[in-house]
């Protein structure tokens, strides 16, 4: 993906995204997230395992908790997921990361087109 893409533009995008989807700022999930679209931005070989490990570091937090705060987005935002992403199947953690990547990158090379 794109390796000009700066974290602000990034942090903005997602801000919006999230802001649509009515995800609450406090939910833990929401940074986690936030990190992982930036993380899946910088490096797209990335594995979903491999993009918690960093969250974890970065967040001093543990592996399964990250896991966990992404799932609950998840499970609390399918309907609006599938929506937002105009999908018909379950969106699970590493689906979400890589759509709200995908749009993030959208959005930013429209922008700046």
Same mark, same amino acid.
């Given at each position: 993906?794109? %390796?000009?893409? *700066?974290?602000?533009?990034? &942090?903005?995008?997602? @801000?919006?995204?999230? /802001?649509?989807?009515?995800?609450? /700022? =406090?939910? /833990?999930?929401? +940074?986690?997230? +936030? #990190? @992982?679209?930036?993380?899946?931005?910088? =490096?797209? &070989?990335?594995?979903?395992?491999?993009?918690? /490990?960093?969250?974890?570091?970065?967040?001093?937090?543990?592996?399964?908790? #990250?896991?966990?705060?992404?799932?609950?987005?998840?499970?609390?935002?399918? %309907?609006?997921?599938? *929506?937002?992403?105009?999908?018909?199947?379950?969106?699970?953690?590493?689906?979400?990361?890589?759509?709200? @990547?995908?749009?993030?990158?959208?959005?930013?090379?429209?922008? #700046?087109?």
């Amino acid at each position: 993906m794109e %390796n000009m893409i *700066k974290k602000e533009q990034v &942090d903005k995008v997602v @801000a919006d995204i999230f /802001k649509t989807l009515e995800i609450p /700022k =406090n939910w /833990k999930g929401y +940074k986690y997230l +936030k #990190t @992982a679209t930036f993380l899946l931005l910088e =490096n797209e &070989d990335y594995f979903v395992g491999d993009i918690y /490990k960093i969250i974890s570091k970065l967040h001093k937090t543990t592996y399964s908790k #990250t896991e966990k705060a992404i799932r609950y987005i998840c499970e609390q935002k399918q %309907n609006e997921l599938k *929506k937002y992403f105009e999908v018909n199947y379950k969106i699970y953690n590493s689906k979400l990361i890589t759509l709200t @990547a995908e749009k993030v990158q959208e959005s930013v090379l429209w922008r #700046t087109a």
